[in-house]
């Protein structure tokens, strides 16, 4: 009650244009998308006898939310543009203004959307479409193209602290890996170091190794083991080193984190797709404000060439920023910046990009 006494009715009056226009301007752009996307995949459905339960509900009502979610700065941006301009056409910007309001003061409602879209799209990336994700990849695996992680060849990782794991080559499929060695060090010293020909994964931590030998290295002396079948417990998983690029889409944020400081602890490097998606998930925050002030900045004037001129001028920086954060990630799997670095780089060019339109807004 109290924050509604705080608004008056000019801000509803935006906020509802604003949130309004956002929810009209997916629902368009979606039902488009989904069109062109089913007629794209429409042969493989067939080809693969998808059933068209699983079509609908394990795929499109978990690529609806997905695909609103990758583009809502877009969605934002569209959704500003278009109503701003409708306001300022019909010449209610100038009245707002004419009667003493300031352009401070009439971006509060547009900073409230803001916040409010910024906070839903937060939460829905962050715990609701991580879960979904994961039925809709295995879906995308099963009927249209398998993109899952099954071999991998190389494989060396710190199981604990002084513990160094190597797989020559490892099969998900099947279980097994081979040519594996576990060295044990005290410092910089060996002291203990198993090879077997092959190894095999049970469930959870449990592992087997084939025709092993294990050497000792006690007071400057070696002792050797043989054998031919060894049970023992590892605390790696083939999930820990398997790694799928579509895997970090399927972790919710508190996950992700826990599995980015995980691997970076046992000294895997090829998690640059994991950090980008991490930070990407808080960078939209601030995407979603930056691209607001851009929109209400540029299209609150009015001026000749009407609302297509301003639309056109919208969508030219909005889809920069979007292809500048795609171009600057890439940088990031490459290795030639940190992840972080990458994904916020866009956020911290448009804030002065949208600083200086918002000085040349109307007054």
Known sequence: MAFRKLLKIIDWYIIKKFIGTYFFAILLIISITVMFDFNEKLDKFLKTSAPTHAIIFDYYLNFIPYFVNLFSPLFVFIAVIFFTSRLADNSEIIAMLSSGMSFNRLMKPYLISATLIAAMTFVLNSYVIPPANI???????????????????????????????????????????????????????????????????????????????????????????TGLSLDTTLTIIPADFMISVLDCEQMTTPALKKYIDRQKKRGIGNIQLFEIEFHKRFAMILAAFILTIIGASVSARKVKGGMGMKIGVGMLLSFSYILFMQVSSSFAVSGYVSPWLAVWIPNFVYIFIAASLYRKAPR
């Open 135 to 225: 039925t809709r990849i295995e879906f995308m695996n099963k009927y249209v193209k398998d993109k899952s992680v099954t071999y991998s060849r190389n494989i060396q990782l710190e199981v604990e602290p002084d513990i160094i794991a190597y797989f020559d080559s490892f099969d998900s499929t099947t279980k097994n890996g081979t040519r594996f060695s576990l060295e044990r060090f005290e410092g910089k010293q060996l002291k203990s170091r198993l090879t077997a020909q092959r190894i095999e994964w049970d469930t959870a931590y449990q592992w087997t190794v084939k025709d092993y030998m294990i050497r000792d290295f006690v007071d400057m002396k070696e002792e050797i083991t």
